[in-house]
């Protein structure tokens, strides 16, 4: 069974960037046919979806953040990363990696990790 984990800074300045990693266990991040995604949730807002990496490396982006947000992955640590750049405080949010066998079909989620952007 796949589980995922989600690790990087809980602070991140104004106008940094966000780099988080995802790493999947009890799978591979190359399995045929999964997608790789990062989702988040900003507080006192619905779930938002940001990207996607599919396993063979294809990457989606939301529109309304694809200027300043990169996927990439370690198929040798199965690792997946989301960086965000020149974040803002509203960019607060909890951050999910999730995985599925359809695009916006989030099967499995990680336990998130609160990222707050403040000075």
């Known amino acids: 069974q796949v589980q995922l984990q989600e690790s990087g800074p809980g602070l991140v300045k104004p106008s940094q960037t966000l780099s988080l990693t995802c790493t999947v266990s009890?799978?591979?991040?190359?399995?045929?046919?999964?997608?790789w995604s990062w989702i988040r949730q900003s507080p006192g807002k619905g779930l938002e979806w940001m990207g996607t990496i599919y396993y063979n490396g294809n990457t989606y982006y939301s529109p309304s953040l694809k200027s300043r947000t990169s996927l990439s992955r370690d198929t040798s640590k199965d690792q997946f990363t989301l960086q965000l750049t020149s974040v803002t405080p509203e960019d607060t949010a909890v951050y999910y990696c999730?995985?599925?066998?359809?695009?916006?079909?989030?099967?499995?989620w990680g336990q998130g990790t609160q990222v707050t952007v403040s000075s």
């Open positions: 009890g799978g591979s991040i190359t399995t045929y046919s999964y997608y």
């Open positions: 999730g995985a599925g066998t359809r695009i916006f079909r989030f099967e499995t």
